[in-house]
T-cell receptor
Framework: AQKVTQAQTEISVVEKEDVTLDCVYETRDTTYYLFWYKQPPSGELVFLIR??????QNEISGRYSWNFQKSTSSFNFTITASQVVDSAVYFC???????????FGKGTRLSVIA | DTGVSQNPRHKITKRGQNVTFRCDPISEHNRLYWYRQTLGQGPEFLTYFQNEAQLEKSRLLSDRFSAERPKGSFSTLEIQRTEQGDSAMYLC????????????FGQGTRLTVV
């Protein structure tokens, strides 16, 4: 069975600090896909990244970076130099091969304080 | 096309009433998903469609829940005989049929059953 665990329920940082959001997943498939979504106060889930299980290369997009480690079943998300606009709930999600629907973690609420 | 559209944004209903929500996906997206999100939790998958075919409905929470996508475009989610426990955010998402591509979400319909 597939499962996503986001152990950090809430994180609060001061603006310009770096912050890492943890994501640990469980799956029996060898082919799977991992995602991160952002949910700002408006409620709409915003897609951030998709990564397949065969690509362990870390990715950087502006202030965002992702660290995928199959050995520890983790797909962590780091925001560098956080800004107030980064305040939101962030969800990690998993989809197994065959286009199965996303399974989400419970999310981490990030508050960035000016 | 500006994204996935859901109507209404908010719905307050009395216990025992039926409610119907509508989702208009991104026009070229064949797949359409319904999720439910309760406070402090990640989205929970309910059902999904490939064009007009409902590919998975075993996760619908009870037989009071049903969904349709009659012409492969917009979809409706109906809840009959609502209960207070049905109060939640109902999210719709759509995606291309490519393998495990990212899903794009609407802003959701917040249901309150009183």
């Amino acid at each position: 069975a597939q499962k996503v665990t986001q152990a950090q329920t809430e994180i609060s940082v001061v603006e310009k600090e770096d912050v890492t959001l943890d994501c640990v997943y469980e799956t029996r498939d060898t082919t799977y896909y991992l995602f991160w979504y952002k949910q700002p106060p408006s409620g709409e889930l915003v897609f951030l990244i998709r990564r397949n299980s065969f690509d362990e290369q870390n990715e950087i997009s502006g202030r965002y970076s992702w660290n995928f480690q199959k050995s520890t079943s983790s797909f962590n998300f780091t925001i560098t130099a956080s800004q107030v606009v980064d305040s939101a709930v962030y969800f990690c999600a998993l989809s197994e091969a065959g286009n199965t629907p996303l399974v989400f973690g419970k999310g981490t609420r990030l508050s960035v304080i000016a | 096309d500006t994204g996935v559209s859901q109507n209404p944004r908010h719905k307050i209903t009395k216990r025992g009433q039926n409610v119907t929500f509508r989702c208009d996906p991104i026009s070229e997206h064949n797949r359409l998903y319904w999720y439910r999100q309760t406070l402090g939790q990640g989205p929970e998958f309910l059902t999904y469609f490939q064009n007009e075919a409902q590919l998975e409905k075993s996760r619908l929470l009870s037989d009071r829940f049903s969904a349709e996508r009659p012409k492969g475009s917009f979809s409706t989610l109906e809840i009959q005989r609502t209960e207070q426990g049905d109060s939640a955010m109902y999210l719709c998402a759509s995606s291309l049929p490519d393998l495990n591509t990212e899903a794009f979400f609407g802003q959701g319909t917040r249901l309150t059953v009183v």
